[in-house]
Every structure is written in structure tokens, then in C-alpha cells.
């Protein structure tokens, strides 16, 4: 509706500028002012349309941008707690790890699935097909820490753990290679 929203609105103007005009000019001695007031009308709808479509247009750059610091944010904070969670991971107890994880990565898994579709705007699909490829890959390395936690399974935390980190690691280096270029 935005693009279309413009159209309609500059189609406004000019056909309110050209019709006003001619109204002005059909009688020498008296403007026609019901018809000249309603086309003036049409011309303000049309500057308040593309007013509303640019203010849109703003709004969603800075929502882009927004969210690309979040996803940032969140990928950051990702990386610097799964890496502790790593160098700490022997003196955890296997059963407790599932916690942990609830502690550490819930809030900024979620910010960085509500902007992940910025990713799409601010750099292009294969952009985000890359990041969410390694993030995705992430995810399901910690869910399975979790669930190896759960059920006691020491050696798949340890390992799954470290696969985890890499794989989030890859998709930070990856957000912060695109937002460079």
C-alpha cells in the first residue's frame, strides 16, 4: 500500500493543481469556489498521502537500524556468555547446565529473533540466509547442551557446548563483516 499511497497522492496534487487551474481561468469575472475548494481539497489529501508514505519510509530505516543494533547487541552478549559457559562448563554440574542456559541466553535469543528480518533489509537475503544458517546451527547445539543436560549426558554437554560457541562466534563475525562493508 506505501508505494501505491504516493502514487495516489502525487496524482492528487497534480490533478488538483491542473483542475484548480482551469477553474480559476473558465470565468474572467467569478472563480467557481464549490468546485475550486473540493479539487484544493484533493491536492491536500494528496500532499498529506505522500507526507504519511515518507513518514513511513523513515520510520521502517529507523527500525532497520534499530534492530540491527540488537541483533548485534544480542549476538555479542550470546557470544561473551556461551564462551564462560565453555571455559566453566567442567566445574558445572552436568544436571545444572540446563539452567544455566535458561539464565544466560532466553533474553537475547529472543531480541535476536524479533529483529532477525533486518538482517534481509539492511544487507539482502544471502545475508541472512549466512547469519541465520550459523545462528540456527547455534541454537540447536544449545538446545542439545540442554537436553544432554537433562537427561546427565556429561560428554555431549562438553562437546555440543563447544560447537555451540563456534557456531555463534561465526554468525557475530558475520553480522559485524556485513555491517562494515
Known amino acids: 500500500?506505501?508505494?501505491?499511497?504516493?502514487?495516489?497522492?502525487?496524482?492528487?496534487?497534480?490533478?488538483?493543481?491542473?483542475?484548480?487551474?482551469?477553474?480559476?481561468?473558465?470565468?474572467?469575472?467569478?472563480?467557481?469556489?464549490?468546485?475550486?475548494?473540493?479539487?484544493?481539497?484533493?491536492?491536500?489529501?494528496?500532499?498529506?498521502?505522500?507526507?504519511?508514505d515518507e513518514r513511513k519510509l523513515h520510520r521502517s530505516i529507523h527500525t532497520v537500524t534499530s534492530n540491527m543494533r540488537s541483533i548485534e547487541m544480542s549476538l555479542s552478549s550470546i557470544v561473551e556468555?556461551?564462551?564462560r559457559l565453555n571455559e566453566e562448563k567442567l566445574s558445572i554440574d552436568t544436571y545444572a547446565m540446563r539452567h544455566r542456559i535458561d539464565e544466560l541466553f532466553i533474553e537475547d535469543l529472543n531480541n535476536f529473533v524479533e529483529a532477525r528480518r533486518s538482517i534481509v533489509h539492511a544487507h539482502g537475503l544471502n545475508a541472512y540466509a549466512e547469519v541465520m544458517s550459523d545462528f540456527a546451527a547455534g541454537e540447536r547445539y544449545l538446545n542439545r547442551v540442554w537436553s544432554a543436560s537433562a537427561d546427565g549426558y556429561v560428554d555431549e554437554v562438553n562437546t555440543y557446548i563447544e560447537k555451540a560457541q563456534c557456531q555463534f562466534v561465526e554468525a557475530l563475525n558475520k553480522i559485524r563483516e556485513y555491517t562494515t562493508s
Open 1 to 52: 500500500m506505501g508505494e501505491s499511497m504516493k502514487v495516489i497522492g502525487y496524482i492528487l496534487v497534480i490533478v488538483g493543481f491542473l483542475a484548480g487551474s482551469l477553474i480559476a481561468v473558465l470565468d474572467k469575472t467569478e472563480v467557481q469556489w464549490d468546485w475550486f475548494i473540493a479539487v484544493f481539497i484533493a491536492g491536500i489529501v494528496g500532499v498529506i498521502f505522500i507526507r504519511l
Open 81 to 83: 556468555n556461551i564462551k
